[in-house]
C-alpha cells in the first residue's frame, strides 16, 4: 500500500497564497491517481481537486475554480496543491488521497489511502 504525508499548511490572511505537498512512498506513485480532499469544522468532508496517474487530467471543485491548482511530479513522488486568493471559508483539514483506479473514482468516490491531514487557516 501507498502511504501520504501532507505538509505546507499554516496560518495566511484572506487572499494570500499557500502550497500544500502530498509526498507518497511504498508504491510506484505514477500508478495512482491523486486527489485533495478538505474538512472544515462541522462540516462533511469535500472535494477539492484531482489529477490522474500521468497528471494529463484534472477535476476542480466549482468553489476553488480558477484559485486553487492540483499538480504533480512522478519523478518526486509529490502531488502539490496551489491555493491562491484563499478566502476564510477555505479553512479546513486539508487531506491528500490515492486510489490506483481511474480517475474519476478520485473525484466521485472514496480513495483507497489517506493521509493524515494538514491544517489550513484563513484570518478575515
Known amino acids: 500500500q501507498v502511504q501520504l504525508v501532507e505538509s505546507g499548511g499554516g496560518l495566511v490572511q484572506a487572499g494570500g497564497s499557500l502550497r500544500l505537498s502530498c509526498t507518497a512512498s511504498?508504491?510506484?506513485?505514477?500508478?495512482?491517481?491523486m486527489g485533495w480532499f478538505r474538512q472544515a469544522p462541522g462540516k462533511g468532508r469535500e472535494f477539492v481537486a484531482a489529477?490522474?496517474?500521468?497528471?494529463?487530467?484534472?477535476y476542480s471543485a466549482d468553489s476553488v475554480k480558477g484559485r486553487f491548482t492540483i499538480s504533480r511530479d512522478n519523478a518526486k513522488n509529490t502531488v502539490y496543491l496551489q491555493m491562491n486568493s484563499l478566502k476564510p471559508e477555505d479553512t479546513a483539514v486539508y487531506y491528500c488521497?490515492?486510489?490506483?483506479?481511474?480517475?474519476?473514482?478520485?473525484?466521485?468516490?472514496?480513495?483507497?489511502?489517506w493521509g493524515q491531514g494538514t491544517q489550513v487557516t484563513v484570518s478575515s
Open positions: 511504498g508504491r510506484t506513485f505514477s500508478n495512482y491517481a
Open positions: 489529477i490522474s496517474h500521468s497528471g494529463g487530467s484534472t
Open positions: 488521497a490515492a486510489d490506483p483506479r481511474p480517475l474519476l473514482v478520485v473525484v466521485t468516490t472514496t480513495p483507497d489511502y
